[in-house]
T-cell receptor, first 113, second 113 residues
Framework: DAMVIQNPRYQVTQFGKPVTLSCSQT?????MYWYQQKSSQAPKLLFH???????NEADTPDNFQSRRPNTSFCFLDIRSPGLGDAAMYLC????????????FGPGTRLTVL | QQQVKQSPQSLIVQKGGIPIINCAYE??????FPWYQQFPGKGPALLIA?????SEKKEGRFTISFNKSAKQFSLHIMDSQPGDSATYFC????????????FGEGTQLTVNP
């Protein structure tokens, strides 16, 4: 049974055209994360929500925004995608903040033309 | 100081061999060390994790060895199988950073039949 679901699995957008990626979870976890993973690199944390509290990483570009309308859903908005934003975007959840297993979704592969 | 250095970048072994992946860290505040396994096109999945109060942890064919004084930890895969072929990431976090995981660069493991 899928626990962390990401839609779409593949997204193609044009340079500068806003795009939204979706993540939903059936685990009822408090924490939801968004990571960017470029080819052959480690995942890089962009931001996370602890419940409704938003925590942005210091080096996350302003071009990236997030919304969490309820416990189950979290969205990643890229306001003006550049070629350098082409990557796999991973959503993850955990029950709590410290030392808790993060459960990753399958990712959305974003292509920017 | 936040980095986690992982080696080797890639590793090829024969079925039944014991691949060893090493990680080193500088931040002495790190106190949680998980390993994630990632198959192509999938999100990472937690494989095994260790806290610094133990020097070794085994789960099935997977063993973490931890050397606190050297600030190093490693993953051993006993009796490796072709199905173990994947990318492995070590990671670390601290109580101060909450759930923020610092990932190593990843090791692409290939187990030949």
């Amino acid at each position: 049974d899928a626990m962390v679901i990401q839609n779409p699995r593949y997204q193609v957008t044009q340079f500068g055209k806003p795009v939204t990626l979706s993540c939903s979870q059936t685990l009822n976890h408090n924490v939801m994360y968004w990571y960017q993973q470029k080819s052959s690199q480690a995942p890089k944390l962009l931001f996370h929500y602890y419940d409704k509290d938003f925590n942005n990483e210091a080096d996350t570009p302003d071009n990236f925004q997030s919304r969490r309308p309820n416990t189950s859903f979290c969205f990643l908005d890229i306001r003006s995608p550049g070629l350098g934003d082409a990557a796999m975007y991973l959503c993850a959840t955990s029950r709590d903040i410290q030392f808790d297993t993060q459960y990753f979704g399958p990712g959305t592969r974003l292509t920017v033309l | 100081q936040q980095q986690v250095k992982q080696s080797p970048q890639s590793l090829i072994v024969q079925k039944g061999g014991i691949p060893i992946i090493n990680c080193a860290y500088e931040n002495t505040a790190f106190d949680y060390f998980p390993w994630y396994q990632q198959f192509p096109g999938k999100g990472p999945a937690l494989l095994i994790a260790i806290r610094p109060d133990v020097s070794e942890k085994k789960e099935g064919r997977f063993t973490i060895s931890f050397n606190k004084s050297a600030k190093q930890f490693s993953l051993h895969i006993m009796d490796s199988q072709p199905g173990d072929s994947a990318t492995y990431f070590c990671a670390a976090s601290s109580a101060a950073s909450g759930s923020r995981l610092t990932f190593g660069e990843g090791t692409q493991l290939t187990v030949n039949p």
